[in-house]
């Protein structure tokens, strides 16, 4: 049977490193995506290792590596060109890839804040330009949300003039899910597309989890609810593998929102507002130069 080819973007990451080891015990091919070279070639190992550990056989083509820098829209042309040379076949695609920049707004040598570009801009763009590619195989596009709603500001979408860290990242993560939703609509029929709440997951094991924290009061703070609370890649990654290989019919889930293993029936307000859907989606094909093509 042909291997299912999915390509997981923060791959090294709590989350797309969880998931992408499920896939590839379940036998998918696994293209792990970061702009790390030397990481990904380490996640890339680790997942061997996991796989020779429980005696699954894979092929060294079967865990391949992209480098990818989403915060910039060249590298992202260049890796999505990259990835359409490299993949004749992509069934799935993976949106993990996330920063949570402190002290900004940080604006990028092109204009753009990093949080925008990095979470919104970047995975867009990247979608848009294997779209063609993807649709060969009925493909699916799975979006990583949180489920935290922040009004998007029109006349501030990248949160530069009314900038904290908290607003600027609940925003680029309210647009993840309203692009989820737009997609579904625009491409019903052709590729598939659902957005997933992974709820409070960390990889405790990840030797740079002490970086990642805010420095003062709010670090200590999310040391003990990481302490406390959090739950491993596990927990998500494997009812994401689930929803990446199990659905024959793409189709039936296309537009949903899931939390972990379970399809959310109630109406999500940033999915359901079409008109800012439609409109943040125009937005991003001009931020990200689609126009263009
Ligand atoms: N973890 C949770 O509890 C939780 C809860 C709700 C929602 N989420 C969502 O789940 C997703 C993944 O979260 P996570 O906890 O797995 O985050 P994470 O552990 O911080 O991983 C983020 C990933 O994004 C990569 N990345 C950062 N900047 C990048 C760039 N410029 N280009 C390419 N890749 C880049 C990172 O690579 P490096 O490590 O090399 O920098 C890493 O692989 C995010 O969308 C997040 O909003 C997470």
Redesign the pocket.
């Known amino acids: 049977m042909l291997k299912q080819t999915i390509l997981v973007?923060?791959?090294?990451?709590?989350?797309?490193?969880g998931v992408a080891v499920e896939l590839a015990k379940r036998g998918a091919r696994v293209v792990l995506?970061?702009?790390?070279l030397e990481?990904l070639a380490a996640k890339a190992n680790s997942i061997r290792l996991a796989l020779s550990e429980t005696r699954i056989e894979c092929q060294d083509t079967d865990i391949a590596t992209l480098v990818?820098?989403?915060?910039?829209m060249e590298s992202v042309r260049a890796a999505a060109a990259e990835a359409i040379h490299r993949f004749p076949r992509i069934h799935g695609l993976i949106?993990?890839?996330?920063?949570?920049a402190q002290n900004g707004p940080n604006i990028l040598p092109g204009g753009h804040e990093v949080m925008f570009a990095?979470?919104v801009m970047?995975p867009f763009l990247f979608s848009q330009l294997l779209l063609e590619r993807m649709q060969q195989s009925d493909g699916l596009v799975l979006h990583?949300?949180?489920?935290f709603y922040k009004t998007i500001d029109w006349d501030d979408l990248e949160s530069i003039r009314n900038h904290s860290t908290w607003t600027a990242y609940n925003r680029t993560?309210t647009c993840?899910r309203m692009i989820a939703a737009e997609f579904a609509r625009r491409y019903a029929g052709k590729i598939s597309s659902v957005a997933f709440?992974?709820?409070?997951?960390?990889?405790k094991s990840?030797p740079?989890l002490g970086k990642?924290w805010p420095s003062g009061l709010m670090g200590l703070f999310w040391r003990v609810m990481t302490a406390l609370f959090?739950r491993p890649p596990s927990v998500a990654g494997v009812p994401m593998a689930d929803i990446m290989l199990s659905y024959r019919d793409r189709n039936a889930i296309n537009g949903a929102l899931f939390k972990l293993g379970k399809r959310i029936e109630k109406p999500d307000e940033a999915m359901n507002d079409e008109i800012s859907g439609k409109r943040l989606w125009d937005e991003l094909v001009i931020k990200t130069g689609l126009t263009s093509e």
């Open positions: 973007a923060g791959a090294t990451g709590s989350i797309g490193g995506l970061g702009h790390k990481k990818v820098d989403f915060s910039n949106l993990s890839a996330v920063v949570v990095t979470n970047g990583v949300v949180s489920p993560k993840n709440n992974p709820t409070f997951i960390v990889n990840d740079e990642r959090s």
